[in-house]
C-alpha cells in the first residue's frame, strides 16, 4: 500500500493552510496577537459598525466564540461596542483609532509571509490559483465566493483619513 495520500490537492490545500497559520502565528506572536484575534480585527476595520453576529458568521464560528474574542479586543482597548441605534439589544462593532498601527503592522506581516510562500510562482499561476480556489470555494459554500485582500492598504485607509478628519 502507498503512502501517497488519495487526493494530493486535498493533502497540498491542507499543509499550505496549516503551514501558513503557523507562521503567522509564529511572526505575530511578538506583537501580541494571535490569528483568532487578527481577523476578527481586521474585520471590524474593514466593516466599521458591523454587528457582532455578522461578524461571527464571517469568521465562522459560534456567536459564543466570536463574543469572547470581542470581550479581549475590547479589553485591549482596540475595539469598542456602540449601541445600534436600529435595535436597542444590539452592538455595532468599531475599531478603535490605537487599533490601526497595529491592524498596520500584522498587515505588513502578512504580506511578508505570502511574498515568502509565492516565491518563484508566477504571477500567472497565482491568478489561476486563486481562480480556482474561489471555484472550489463557491462549489463548497453553495453562493459566490469573494476574494478578500486583508494586505491591500486601502482596506483600512478611508476610515483613517475620517477618523484624523472629524
Do not use: C
Amino acid at each position: 500500500m502507498s503512502d501517497q495520500p488519495t487526493n494530493p490537492l486535498g493533502y497540498l490545500l491542507h499543509e499550505v493552510s496549516r503551514l501558513m497559520r503557523k507562521q503567522f502565528d509564529q511572526t505575530a506572536r511578538p506583537l501580541g496577537m494571535t490569528r483568532a484575534q487578527w481577523l476578527p480585527l481586521a474585520l471590524i476595520a474593514k466593516h466599521e459598525g458591523i454587528r457582532q453576529a455578522q461578524l461571527a458568521e464571517l469568521v465562522e464560528v459560534e456567536p459564543m466564540t466570536i463574543a469572547r474574542t470581542v470581550d479581549r479586543l475590547e479589553a485591549a482597548g482596540l475595539v469598542r461596542r456602540e449601541p445600534d441605534p436600529t435595535d436597542r439589544r444590539a452592538y455595532r462593532l468599531v475599531a478603535t483609532e490605537a487599533a490601526m498601527p497595529l491592524i498596520e503592522e500584522i498587515r505588513e506581516v502578512a504580506k511578508q509571509i505570502w511574498r515568502d510562500a509565492l516565491a518563484g510562482v508566477s504571477e500567472e499561476d497565482q491568478a489561476a490559483l486563486a481562480r480556482a480556489l474561489l471555484a472550489i470555494k463557491s462549489n463548497l459554500s453553495g453562493r459566490d465566493a469573494t476574494l478578500v485582500d486583508f494586505t491591500r492598504k486601502d482596506v483600512f485607509n478611508e476610515r483613517r483619513s475620517r477618523a484624523h478628519q472629524g
